[in-house]
């Protein structure tokens, strides 16, 4: 089993910050690629940033600038700073691993349970 566990959504009101973390924990071989994903009302799930086990960011153009993904690779962590926030990024946040777990031959995509933020005007 592996289980992702997200932490750090909330209510903030336009121009404030929040911090997500997500932890991913259970029969763990290898971590690669980590990263975010957003789904808001009505609108397709959407990516948002992801990091490779290396350290390699890449980002929605929508908050480049602005939101920063980090990870640490000794606490299967990913976080996900998110600064100048706008309304527009309302949404339930999703945290993903594409992970090995031990004694499985391939790699697969493991999702936390999802985060809600709200940014009010």
């Known amino acids: 089993q592996m289980q992702l566990v997200e932490s750090g959504g909330g209510l903030v009101q336009a121009g404030g910050s929040l911090r997500l973390s997500c932890v991913a924990s259970?029969?763990?071989?290898?971590?690669?690629?980590m990263g975010w994903y957003r789904q808001a009302p009505g609108k397709q799930r959407e990516l948002v940033a992801a990091?490779?086990?290396?350290?390699?960011?890449n980002y929605a153009d929508s908050v480049k600038g602005r939101f920063t993904v980090s990870r640490d690779n000794a606490k299967n962590t990913v976080y996900l700073q998110m600064n100048s926030l706008k309304p527009e990024d309302t949404a339930v946040y999703y945290c993903?691993?594409?992970?090995?777990?031990?004694?499985?031959?391939?790699?697969?995509?493991?999702w936390g349970q999802g985060t809600q933020v709200t940014v009010s005007s």
């Open positions: 993903y691993a594409n992970a090995l777990r031990i004694g499985a031959m391939y790699e697969s995509r493991y």
């Open positions: 259970g029969d763990i071989f290898r971590i690669n690629a």
């Open positions: 990091i490779t086990s290396g350290g390699s960011a």
